[in-house]
């Protein structure tokens, strides 16, 4: 998920050096496989790099509970045996980076699942790819995320995807003609969402009457809509987590702004919605993720996980839950669990695969080939757009 040229050579430097002073220090790069005393078909070791501590946390507890619920019943089923070795990154890119690097030199994984956030995947992606370590993102939606390497795959939709569906959708159905735009300027996700917000919305013949930031962790967001509602757009498009979007949606309807608001993947959480309350009545979001979709699979996943964790999967736990039965999928078809080489070729190579997000493949390079959804918060909850 989650200036994104600069950054990804400012962290790719990073992320190198840090490669380079551990294997200095003898702990190996550019490993194809695990190191002999990891046996062949026992359980494989997979790693994940998840948000679980801080603002964003909801989603690396969605992301955990779901991979979770996977891990169980792969390892109930027998084909292969998955462990998870889980590292909090806390949404810091250097708290990420030390977890890769403890995930692939100490505990030796055959790949990775995370890290949350498109700005931690720039970080640790070349690390991972460096040391011949697959590793696939659940949430990470920003351009460029699979230009890193070739060992970095994402069951994740892009926002160059998902953004354009939701902003023709809703222009269709409700008939926006200038619009304003708000997103977080210090977010490689959120920057990457607003310049797709950016095409999306000339691509549609639409006019931005003004073009509003701010930073993650902000809380006062009176200065933006202000001028947003004096210049009175007919929507307002946000790339933002839920945090911040929570309360860019209750200001915006505490100070009578009531049109439309088309959000980015950050917007995809219930926590949205807990959060806004009312006010997030009538977001609009894209996502390959519908829990009242009519398919026998979707309705099992979603009773399994509300019987294991009282509450419905969101997307995020929806993905995480189709990335670890991708990885099962691949490891079972390479033959092995520990070559990361061969786990990676296979990884690849994954076609036609039926998840719960919808049927599966990676493209050429290793980003899904899937189908997207438009919902519509409605008497809060998540509904088809139609």
């Not at 590292?87 to 890119?93: A, I, L, M, N, V």
């Not at 950050?266 to 309350?277: A, R, V």
Request: glycine share 10%.
């Amino acid at each position: 998920m989650f200036n994104v040229r600069n950054s990804i050579k400012k962290w790719s430097a990073a992320a190198l050096a840090m490669v380079f002073a551990v294997s200095m220090a003898g702990c190996g790069g550019n490993q194809s496989s695990a190191p002999a005393n990891s046996e062949t078909g026992g359980a494989a070791k997979i790693g994940v790099v998840s948000y679980l501590t801080g603002g964003g946390a909801a989603y690396g507890e969605a992301i955990k509970q779901g991979l979770e619920l996977a891990r169980d019943e792969i390892n109930a089923k027998g084909k292969v045996k998955i462990e998870l070795v889980f590292e909090d990154s806390k949404g810091d890119k250097n708290e990420a980076i030390n977890a890769t690097n403890k995930l692939i030199h100490k505990d030796n994984v055959v790949g990775i699942i995370g890290p949350t956030l498109s700005g931690e995947m720039f970080a640790v992606g070349p690390i991972a790819s460096q040391s011949g370590v697959p590793i696939m993102g659940t949430s990470t939606t920003a351009e460029g995320i699979t230009d890193i390497g070739d060992y970095v795959f994402r069951n994740a939709l892009p926002e160059s995807l998902a953004i354009p569906h939701a902003v023709k959708k809703a222009k269709e159905k409700l008939g926006f003609k200038k619009v304003a735009v708000m997103y977080s300027n210090n977010n490689d996700w959120a920057v990457s969402g607003f310049k797709t917000f950016e095409q999306a919305i000339k691509d549609n013949g639409m006019e931005t009457v003004t073009v509003e930031t701010f930073a993650d962790k902000d809380t006062d967001f009176s200065a933006q809509l202000t001028k947003i509602a004096a210049l009175k757009p007919d929507a307002i498009m946000v790339a933002g987590l839920y945090q911040e979007a929570a309360l860019i949606l209750k200001k915006a309807r505490e100070i009578g702004i009531t049109v439309p608001i088309v959000g980015n993947n950050g917007f995809n959480s219930p926590q949205l919605i807990k959060s806004g309350g009312t006010a997030a009545e009538g977001v609009v979001v894209a996502s390959p993720w519908y829990p009242g979709k009519d398919d026998e699979k979707v309705k099992k996943f979603v009773a399994a996980y509300k019987a294991k964790y009282s509450k419905e999967p969101d997307q995020f736990a929806a993905q995480a839950y189709d990335a670890l039965y991708i990885m099962a999928d691949a490891l079972e078809k390479s033959g092995t669990t520990t070559d990361r080489k061969k786990f990676r070729d296979s990884l690849a190579n994954v076609k036609d695969f039926p998840g719960v997000t919808g049927k599966f493949a990676f493209d050429a390079k290793r980003n899904p080939a899937m189908d997207v959804t438009i919902l519509v918060v409605k008497d809060g909850q998540f509904t088809e757009l139609k």
